[in-house]
């Protein structure tokens, strides 16, 4: 079960709370495999080379499989080759600086970089990743420059925020939900307030029109068999829809989601469509 990030981000938090009862429903050792790189192209350049044989997984992140492809020469893969088994869960980004930060609202920090260009620096998980897509299109709808500073992985990202080595981060809704204290989430990329945090206000209350999210499954190779893909479809399924799991995942700040294969790239092949718009916009592509 390759995880395509450093341990502790969401991917490897997830697989860890899976594996127990992954391993009873199939009735096989799983075996967590880290491989962290290129915001996740390195595992996913891997699987499309892999025997598919259903014995090697990985997490299947959106929008980085989408948007990787779309914008690099040579991303090492294309998001059809990964083959959607289940989605599971879902965290929505938000933007947070430390709770001693110069800046106490969003409309302080747009305000002070609108004046000082490239200054303000803000971390995130990876490049061409959801954080990074919600670092440009912040850009976009408000007519500033921030410098990014991508990590292989949440968990460092959020160690540079806590460091202080960068003024402010895109972070995912358990990381904001674990650090909630040490905080202020200036915004979050949600419709209305995001239960799990009902204090932190939406960028969309605020005047910017934006929503920013990262949902996470598994994939197979390329040529992996139907009845393999059902078999763990089912497992997932079994096993994400346990109370143990959902209850932990929605404690920790997840939306628990629970799309089967088909589902699942169905939901690729629309949210394709509208990252291409989007990225067409931001001049990206």
Known sequence: YIIPFNPGGQSDITAQFQKKDL???????????????????????????????GYTIAGNNIPHIIIQPLVRDNAGYETEELIPVYMFQTTPIGLAVLKDSRFKTLDQLISYAKEHPGEVTIGGSGTHTGHHLALLQLQKLTGVRFTYIPSTGAAPSVANLLGGHTEALFSNSNDLVTHKDNIIILGIGTEKRFKALPDAPTFKEQGVDMLAGIDRGVCVPPGTPDSVIKTLERAFAEVCSLPTFVNKMEELGFLVQSLKSEEFRKYIVKTKIEMIATLKELGEI
């Open 23 to 53: 391993q009873k429903v199939l009735g096989q050792n799983i075996i967590i495999k880290h491989m962290p790189g290129a915001g996740g192209a390195v595992t996913w350049a891997s699987m499309v080379k892999e025997k598919p044989d």
